[in-house]
């Protein structure tokens, strides 16, 4: 599944971001934010009507992102984590 589709409070473990091209800015800076396998990640919130952007958390840092973003990073949800 990919970020954009974690459900709101739910946990995943990041796999990996993709790159839609070489040299792609978007998923270099989504590495640098700290999207890299295994770290966690949670969905705190959505825009306004279930929209853009989304709020992420990593560690104890969240960022906004745009859903087409957020659908760049592949994830696992996290066994037993929230729906």
Do not use: C, W
Request: overall charge negative.
């Amino acid at each position: 599944m990919t970020l954009s589709d974690l459900p709101l409070h739910a946990s995943a473990r990041v796999e990996d971001v993709q790159d839609l091209h070489p040299n792609d800015n978007i998923a270099r800076r989504l590495r640098e934010l700290g999207f890299v396998s295994g770290e966690e990640v949670r969905l705190v919130a959505r825009g306004p009507l279930g929209g853009d952007p989304l709020l992420y958390q990593i560690g104890f840092t969240r960022f906004a992102l745009r859903a087409s973003e957020a659908a760049r990073v592949r994830v696992q949800k996290e066994e037993g984590a929230a729906p």
